[in-house]
């Protein structure tokens, strides 16, 4: 008595070989996306003491023109990059611009303090804007 051969066939070979292709052209781009966001994390991370050097600053002065980069317990600018984070800088007016590398997206976030109603228990507000909003990275 022979035995019948045990196996796959071409066809369904290939098209376990294309349904892998189909997955992996729908993963990697997400992955690269996941990957970009985390990279950019460190930037808006970066942002935490400036914002509170921000509201410190208009703690005690009252007054927003007077929180710049290096002035009135706002720390000074950063400009030395790490392979996240390019440069990240206060305006006179307390608004917070950082800057990611190419390898985070060269994305940049703006915060832009405004001061808080009252009553709403918060000193100041921030609105979160730059290219890292049209990106979705931030």
């Known amino acids: 008595m022979q035995q019948a051969q045990k196996g796959f066939t071409l066809i369904e070979l290939m098209i376990v070989v294309a349904i892998i292709g189909i997955l992996a052209a729908i993963a990697v781009p997400a ?3 996941y990957v970009q966001k985390a990279r950019f994390s460190e930037v808006i991370s970066a942002t935490g003491p400036f914002k509170l050097g921000v509201e410190a600053c208009y703690l005690n002065t009252t007054a927003l023109t007077a929180c710049g980069s290096g002035t009135n317990g706002v720390p000074p600018a950063v400009t030395v990059a790490t392979p996240n984070l390019a440069s990240i800088a206060v305006a006179a007016n307390g608004t917070i611009t950082a800057t990611g590398t190419a390898a985070s997206g ?5 915060y832009t303090p405004t001061i808080a109603a009252a009553g709403t228990g918060a000193m100041l507000t921030w609105a979160k804007t ?8 931030c």
């Open 106 to 110: 060269g994305a940049t976030i703006i």
């Open 130 to 137: 730059g290219t890292c909003v049209n990106l979705a990275v």
């Open 31 to 33: 992955y690269q996306t």
